[in-house]
Structure formats: C-alpha cells, structure tokens
C-alpha cells in the first residue's frame, strides 16, 4: 500500500496577518481569527484527551465491546481519567482499528480501575490540526479477506482482482470477473475544536465482465456480498495523537426487477472514475468518469422481462473502527424485452457512483451524501426487425449471406443437411434441438464454421437446434478469429473430430458462452479450446465422446458450472501446458481415465503447470467410489480441493 501523511505539525506564524485596529491588535494570536485557506492548522491539543502510554496498556487487562476499560493497577494516566476526559488508543494486537472512547464514568475499587465510557469524535480529542493521508490500495496490504463460495480472490501487487460462478437465488447465476485498482485522497482540517474543512476523493480503474443466466421467475432483489478486504491500518500523528484508519473495500453482485421467463445477458464495461466531496463553508461533489461498454447479445425467451444485474465496489474509511468517508461504484446491464413492443427487447449498460462522509468519528456535523454523480445509462443493442423464416429445403448459406448485420435467421421444425459458414454478427435460432437439425455431409468439415474476418468483431449466437455431424462431418460448430458467441439450447454431436472448437488468432481471442447443451457421441474431443480464448460453460451434459474438454495453451481460459461430465474413453478435463480454469458444483464421472488431469507434470514431468485452477463444490470420483473415473479422480493430487465445499486454488 503506497503511503504518504502529513500530521499537521506545528506550522508557527507563516502568515502575516495586518490588524487594522487597535481593537483587533488587542486579540492574542490574532491569526486564528483570519486562517488561511489550504495551510493546515496549527496542532493544539486540550487537557482533556489522554493517550494511553506503554504503562497503562501494560495493566490495562481488558477491554469490552461497550467501551469498558479494566485497569489491574494505578498508573498516573489511569489515575487521572475523569468523566469527560477522551481516551485515544493507538493500533494494537489488542485494538487492531484503534480506540477514540469519551469517559462517563470512573470507578476504583483498591488498585483497579474501571473506567466506562461511549464514542468520541475527533473533535472531541483535537482542538486543531490535519489529518492527510494519500493511499493506492492493493493486494500487498490486506489483512483479512472474507469470499462467498464461487469466488476466487486474485489480489496482486497492482490491483484487485475477483473471478466469481456464485448462484444469486435458486436458477439466477452471476458469473464474471472483476478487475480494479483504488487509491484514495483523505484530508480533514479542525480549527477550534469544528471541522472546518474536508477532502475525500477516491480514483478507481475497474473492469467488469458480468453474466446473469436466469431459468426462474421472480420479482425482488436479490443482493450477495462476494468479498471484503480489510487493509493494513494507517496511523497519523496529529502531535501526540495517534489517528487510525483502516481502508475496507467490499464487492457486491445483485439482480433485481420482474423477470417471467428464462434470459442470458451480459456487459463489459470498463471506466476510469474520480469521485468525492469537498467541504469548505459548504459541499462541492467531485466526478469525472469514463465508461466504455461492450456486451453478450441477450438470449431470451418469449416473456416479459425487466431486470438490472450489477457489481457493486464498496470503499469505506474507518477511523476508529468508525465509517468515515466512503464511495461506491456501481455497473450494471439492464434488459428490457417485451413481445409486443418495437423493438420487442433492448440492453442497457449504466454506471453509478456516489460518496459521503459520516460524522460519527469526525466532528459534529450532520452526514453528507452526493447522490448521484455519474448517472450513465446507454443503450447497447436493441432487438433487430429483419428476420428471415426458412422452412426445410431453403438453403441456411444463402440466407446468411442475404442477411444484415444483426439480423435473425428462424429456421422451422424440420431438417438441414448442408455445411453454413458465418462472417457478419447474426443469430441462428431453430425451435428446438429434438425439431431443428442441421446435419453435415462432408467429411472434415465443420457443420456451423463461424469465423471472423481479420480485424474485425463478430458476435454470433446459435439457439435451440441439432447440430449432427452424421458420422462423417469433422466438427460441429468452429469458432475462428475475434468471434464472441453464444450457444445454447443445443444438442452437437456425432461429429468424427470435435463438437465445438475455439481458435483465436494473434491477439484475437474467442469469446463463447455454451449453456444448457448436451454434446456428445462426438470421435475426438466434446470440446477443444484453444489459445487465445475464453469459455463459459454452464448447465451442460457433455458425455460419450472420446475425450471430454480440452484446453490448451497459456492464454485459453474456461469456466464451467454446474455441468456433468461423464462416460467419455479419456478423461473428463485435460489441461495441457498452462490454461486457467475455474471448476464449479459439477459431476466429472465414469470417465474412462482421470476425470480432471494436468498433462504438465502428469504425462510431462519435466514442465510446470504455470496455469490457474480454482474451482469446489464438484463430485469427482476415484477408483473404487460409485461413479469412478477408472484412471483416477484427478491428477496431480493437489487437486483435491476441487471436491472440498470451500474449495481453493492451485495458483503457481
């Protein structure tokens, strides 16, 4: 945590102030009657506050969360408290947040004293001074962190960060990551026992990529804090006062509205924010933000939907184990669909912010919040009026190619049986996987080849629909080059190679999201992900093929929730080289080798997996338990904690 202070040291007479009358030469210290704005004040301290010294913390045995000091024997300090002294405590093992306490009631009883007491302010113990502290807050200087189950916390030298699977409520998942860097300025200035000014501003670099996938209905809110950090307390001398202040920050993801269907939508969302108040003889607020947007085209089925998904950054100032300042940032989605408006749904990405400063701890003053400071509300994407309705014998290939950007092609109940190929941004939605099939003909071809164009960004959504390679066809579905793609609903299979391929290119990466698919019966791989791309794959059956899921590659990254993966000849994940994978509340069984393996060190001794495996909550059996994987539950053993209800990380 980066650090600088100034205490507020004594300053002396460094302006000059020209009394005019005699009247006004008369006043000792005539300098307090004009400060000047910006020099801080100069320290005075009252008889009142008393700074508890080594002796006295030394036979001070306990105290309580009401307030109440035991002292186990006289010292002059223990001996001279009085109601309406103020005792201040520094940082301890004892008094981690540090004590600013005000003395009701003094009791002794022969060498022990009991000493009662409520909250102070730091008007209180302070006459005059500054209290200045400027702060960049990373993962070197937490103390404590606390995360809900899903979430793995990857702090690092520069910044936060935070991947998370987490269920919101029953058939409402959040899935993401979230990135940022905080650092925060915090100046308060106490003239004669008043605040007279006050500087809080906060400076947030933050990405989120966020994912709500809901299969209920409901209409309510529905909030879950993933984690909090408790940072390294920072002390300020204000002369013989020791101020602590301990920074928290505190992450959140919600949904709420009126949902009464089934929906997928995501953002992306990036910004750099600076955000505060100010107070001098009254507030000034403190904004300048700038948002960029990207976003998962929605998938949603026919109903009424209004609902707003977000991730929440918390940061608060405790002074005293007292809140403080503080700032919250808030991005969200928003998904409007209704099908009988024009156009039927619309996506939203917004961004709030706004901050305070409580005065609990700093003086007597009533509370202050900006309200809103940013306000940002744009639209995304909106449902597209050109649809092209194909009935079996109309050719798929001519109507992609006839079709604009963003537009839909519906295909009827029915069957297909050509080889598509995909350049422009489209959705291809049939009616169901047990109605629709497209089905492959050629043999090392892919059914559905979805390949953007270099330099450019597609986005391609496939829905509700059989893509068969009728044993002859090499693969399913091919994702190729700066594509981000959705498929769901789908059944892929029978493929003589691969179901779904990821492959990017150069600095081009895949982007996919499969749900709710089954693939299977295909003669290599269920799934092959490549670098540089990365996967989401939630509520899907991936079985019988002759290997499950593969990822390679030191830029491939995957998430997988709530999947069974069972029945394939190898095994059910392989990691080769060092792709990230985040692994949750799935079934890995009756795979013919190990249900989750390393090739490095497993097949390759000599190399190092380099990679990030987090995941738990998963049912991964071994040799001889119900539902084995034959070679093994997983290898190397480290893995364990993937079955664990807490689960953990292999980060190396």
Not at 110 to 133: K, M, P
Request: with cysteine; charged share 20%.
């Amino acid at each position: 945590m980066a650090l600088k202070h100034q205490g507020g040291m004594t300053l002396g007479r460094k302006a000059l102030v020209v009394c005019l009358s005699v009247g006004l030469l008369s006043l000792a210290g005539c300098g307090w009657l004009f400060p000047v704005p910006g020099l801080p004040p100069e320290v005075v301290i009252g008889e009142q506050t008393k700074v508890l010294d080594q002796q006295s913390l030394e036979v001070l045995d306990n105290v309580s969360e009401d307030g109440t000091f035991s002292f186990s024997a006289p010292t002059p300090l223990a001996d001279s408290l009085e109601p309406g002294d103020v005792i201040v405590v520094g940082v301890t093992d004892e008094t981690p947040f540090g004590l600013l306490r005000r003395v009701s009631h003094v009791e002794r009883v022969e060498s022990r004293t009991t000493v009662t007491t409520t909250q102070a302010r730091l008007t209180d113990a302070i006459d005059q001074g500054r209290i200045e502290v400027s702060a960049a807050l990373t993962g070197e200087g937490i103390v404590s962190t606390t995360a809900r189950e899903g979430v793995v916390v990857r702090p690092s030298q520069r910044d936060l960060r935070y991947d998370l699977t987490t269920e919101l409520a029953e058939g409402i998942w959040a899935t993401g990551s979230l990135e940022m860097q905080i650092s925060f300025d915090f100046t308060l200035d106490i003239r004669w026992r008043s605040v007279e000014y006050v500087n809080f501003e906060t400076y947030i670099t933050q990405r989120l990529d966020l994912s709500v996938d809901a299969n209920t209905t409901f209409s309510r809110s529905y909030e879950t804090k993933i984690a909090r950090h408790y940072f390294k307390p920072i002390v300020i001398w204000v002369g013989p006062v020791p101020v602590a202040i301990v920074p928290v920050v505190t992450i959140y993801v919600g949904v709420d509205g009126s949902v009464h269907t089934s929906f997928t939508a995501g953002v992306t969302q990036e910004a750099e924010l600076r955000a505060g108040a100010r107070y001098r003889n009254g507030w000034t607020n403190v904004a300048r933000f700038e948002p960029k947007f990207g976003y998962q085209e929605p998938v949603v089925s026919s109903g009424r939907i209004n609902v707003r998904g977000y991730g929440k950054g918390e940061l608060g100032l405790l002074i005293y184990a007292v809140t403080g300042p503080y700032a919250t940032i808030t991005p969200y989605l928003e998904l409007d669909a209704d099908p009988n408006a024009q156009p039927w749904w619309e996506l939203h990405g917004g961004l709030s912010c706004y901050a305070g400063v409580k005065f609990d701890i700093l003086g007597y003053r009533k509370d202050y919040e900006t309200g809103e400071l940013a306000g940002i509300r744009r639209l995304l994407a909106s449902a597209t009026d050109s649809t092209t309705a194909l009935q079996p014998g109309q050719s798929i290939q001519a109507a992609v190619d006839a079709a604009p950007e963003g537009a839909v092609v519906q295909l009827a109940p029915g069957e297909w049986t050509e080889h598509v190929t995909i350049e422009k941004s489209l959705t291809l939605r049939g009616t169901g996987p047990e109605e629709t099939t497209v089905r492959g003909q050629l043999a090392q071809a892919g059914v559905l080849r979805i390949r953007a164009p270099k330099g450019r960004e597609i986005r391609v959504h496939v829905e509700r629909m059989r893509v068969d390679g009728a044993g002859v066809a090499g693969f399913g579905v091919y994702l190729f080059g700066s594509v981000e793609a959705s498929i769901t609903s789908c059944t892929i299979s029978a493929t003589t190679g691969t179901g779904i391929v990821l492959e990017g290119r150069e600095r081009e990466a895949v982007k996919a999201t499969i749900s709710d698919c089954v693939i299977s019966d295909n003669g290599v791989f269920a799934m092959w992900i490549g670098p540089p791309s990365q996967i989401i794959v939630t509520d899907c059956t991936i079985s019988d093929n002759r290997h499950g899921v593969y990822l390679w590659g030191d830029t491939a990254e995957g998430t997988i929730t709530g999947c069974t993966i069972s029945g394939n000849d190898e095994h059910g994940i392989e990691l080769f080289a060092s792709p990230d994978l985040t692994l949750w509340q799935s079934a890995i069984m009756e795979n013919g080798r190990y249900g989750v393996v390393l090739a490095y060190p497993c097949f390759h001794p000599e190399e190092v997996y380099s990679g990030r495996l987090a995941g738990g909550k998963n049912t991964i059996p071994g040799p001889g338990e119900p539902g084995e994987n034959r070679g093994g539950a997983f290898c190397p053993p480290e893995l364990a904690f993937l079955t664990t209800n807490e689960g953990g990380e292999l980060n190396r």
